[in-house]
């Protein structure tokens, strides 16, 4: 199998998502500043999950406004969003409007910044080349957790929550000094003016694209659970850290997505999402069971063996026969449902585990993800492995 090759642009978005997120994975911790607070699992699950629930409200305008303006310039104005957002935590003193107020608006501001960041990547990539390069972005979302959820641990654990925010507010201004002299060059899209546009509606009906958008629904649902509440679930139990379940997840995450892009042949395969998913339900399964870091890393590889798989094959797999202009719309969907997913992970997960307890919903969710993906693939196989034409 010969090596495939990145398109020129692909390292820079890669940079450039890998500084945003580093922002973001800061806020991870986030639960552990709730709960000092005085949160309830209930009121944490929901001001977590509105982040991701603003940023799906979002993607309909945010595709939108990529058909009109120059998607660099749209990258550039949702990372100073991004920064005024970051820079508003500092304000925080309780647990109200305020707080749904800023997480409102920098989910917007994340999703503006992903989405425009996303769509200059398939733009610049061959159809055979997608999966690949995706993969390649997407280990920016990965790279951070390697040591930032570490580093933000130590610094609340010896100088508390204002230097731990001020950590963030400086790793969100990095990425949009970058954003700022960044260039890269975009295709043309081809003038066709007997090709129409086809709505949103009419593109989730397509039976592969509906599957994908509920997988992936599934998928972000089970991921954001464990991203949200393991240090909650950690900082439980003394002898725990959560950087030990982030790092060895990113770890291996990045490995499937570098390496195995590149060099295993089932890479890019829509029979790999069956075995990814299974991966992650086994990997939320074994945090039941964690009571120390060895396992809590151990959980880490399983997960960082679905998340490295599922999330490039899913969005190369939703863009796959789709016309060239109608890609912005049809990431707009994808990314909704990632929203989606990241924000009813963390409200249903509250809600479970206010009424069965923490460790127990971590079993509950594996099911859940275990279940509802045999499901949906079993049905939908067919329409999954389908080899459609290019441009149909």
Same mark, same amino acid.
């Given at each position: 199998?010969?090596?495939?090759?990145?398109?020129?642009?692909?390292?820079?978005?890669?940079? @450039?998502? @890998?500084?945003?997120?580093?922002?973001?994975?800061? #806020? $991870?911790?986030?639960?552990?500043?709730?709960?000092?607070?005085?949160?309830?699992?209930?009121?944490?699950?929901?001001?977590?999950?509105?982040?991701?629930?603003? +940023?799906?409200?979002?993607?309909?305008?945010?595709?939108?406004?990529?058909?009109?303006?120059?998607?660099?310039?749209?990258?550039?104005?949702?990372?100073?969003?991004?920064?005024?957002?970051?820079?508003?935590?500092?304000?925080?003193?309780?647990?109200?409007?305020?707080?749904? /107020?800023?997480?409102?608006?920098?989910?917007?501001?994340?999703?503006?910044?992903?989405?425009?960041?996303?769509?200059? +990547?398939?733009? $610049?990539?061959?159809?055979?080349?997608?999966? &690949?390069?995706?993969?390649?972005?997407?280990?920016?979302?990965?790279?951070?957790?390697?040591?930032?959820?570490?580093?933000?641990?130590?610094?609340?654990?010896?100088?508390?929550?204002?230097?731990? /925010?001020?950590?963030?507010?400086? !790793?969100?201004?990095?990425?949009?000094?970058?954003?700022?002299?960044?260039?890269?060059? !975009?295709?043309?899209?081809?003038?066709?003016?007997?090709?129409?546009?086809?709505?949103?509606?009419?593109?989730?009906?397509?039976?592969?694209?509906?599957?994908?958008?509920?997988?992936?629904? $599934?998928?972000?649902?089970?991921?954001?659970?464990?991203?949200?509440?393991? %240090?909650? !679930?950690?900082?439980?139990?003394?002898?725990?850290?959560?950087?030990?379940? &982030?790092?060895?997840?990113?770890?291996?995450?990045?490995?499937?997505?570098?390496?195995?892009?590149?060099?295993?042949?089932?890479?890019?395969?829509?029979?790999?999402?069956?075995?990814?998913?299974?991966?992650?339900?086994?990997?939320?399964? @074994?945090?039941?069971?964690?009571?120390?870091?060895? #396992?809590?890393?151990?959980?880490?590889?399983?997960?960082?063996?679905?998340?490295? $798989?599922?999330? %490039?094959?899913?969005?190369?797999?939703?863009?796959?026969?789709? %016309?060239?202009?109608?890609?912005?719309?049809?990431?707009?969907?994808?990314?909704?449902?990632?929203?989606?997913?990241?924000?009813?992970?963390? #409200?249903?997960?509250?809600?479970?585990?206010?009424?069965?307890?923490?460790?127990?919903?971590?079993?509950?969710?594996?099911?859940?993800?275990?279940?509802?993906?045999?499901?949906?693939?079993?049905?939908?196989?067919? &329409? !999954?492995?389908?080899?459609?034409?290019?441009?149909?």
């Amino acid at each position: 199998m010969r090596n495939k090759k990145l398109a020129p642009g692909i390292l820079s978005i890669q940079l @450039l998502v @890998l500084m945003s997120y580093s922002s973001v994975a800061m #806020l $991870i911790l986030l639960s552990v500043y709730f709960k000092h607070l005085g949160g309830s699992p209930r009121q944490i699950g929901f001001l977590l999950g509105i982040f991701s629930l603003s +940023a799906f409200l979002s993607r309909p305008f945010v595709g939108w406004l990529l058909s009109k303006y120059n998607p660099r310039k749209v990258v550039v104005a949702g990372l100073i969003l991004v920064l005024i957002m970051t820079a508003m935590y500092l304000f925080i003193q309780e647990l109200n409007w305020f707080v749904v /107020f800023i997480r409102i608006l920098h989910g917007f501001g994340f999703s503006v910044f992903i989405l425009a960041a996303l769509l200059i +990547a398939v733009l $610049i990539t061959r159809e055979e080349e997608r999966a &690949y390069a995706i993969g390649v972005v997407s280990t920016g979302f990965m790279l951070p957790l390697l040591v930032v959820p570490f580093m933000g641990e130590g610094i609340i654990e010896r100088f508390g929550f204002s230097p731990f /925010f001020l950590c963030a507010v400086f !790793l969100a201004a990095i990425p949009l000094v970058f954003g700022l002299f960044w260039k890269v060059k !975009l295709p043309r899209f081809p003038e066709d003016s007997e090709i129409k546009s086809v709505g949103f509606l009419r593109l989730l009906k397509q039976r592969r694209i509906f599957l994908i958008f509920f997988l992936t629904l $599934i998928f972000e649902t089970g991921l954001s659970s464990s991203l949200s509440f393991v %240090p909650l !679930l950690a900082h439980g139990e003394s002898p725990m850290w959560a950087g030990y379940f &982030y790092t060895f997840l990113s770890l291996t995450a990045v490995f499937m997505r570098l390496y195995g892009g590149k060099r295993f042949v089932f890479w890019g395969s829509p029979r790999s999402l069956l075995p990814a998913f299974y991966f992650i339900s086994g990997g939320g399964v @074994l945090i039941y069971f964690a009571s120390n870091n060895i #396992l809590l890393g151990l959980s880490g590889v399983i997960w960082g063996i679905g998340v490295g $798989i599922l999330y %490039p094959h899913l969005t190369a797999l939703v863009v796959e026969g789709v %016309p060239f202009r109608e890609h912005g719309k049809v990431l707009s969907l994808f990314a909704s449902s990632v929203d989606l997913g990241f924000a009813f992970g963390p #409200l249903l997960f509250g809600w479970v585990s206010q009424y069965f307890g923490l460790r127990d919903s971590f079993i509950i969710f594996a099911l859940f993800v275990f279940l509802s993906s045999s499901a949906l693939i079993l049905w939908g196989k067919s &329409y !999954l492995l389908k080899k459609l034409k290019k441009g149909t």
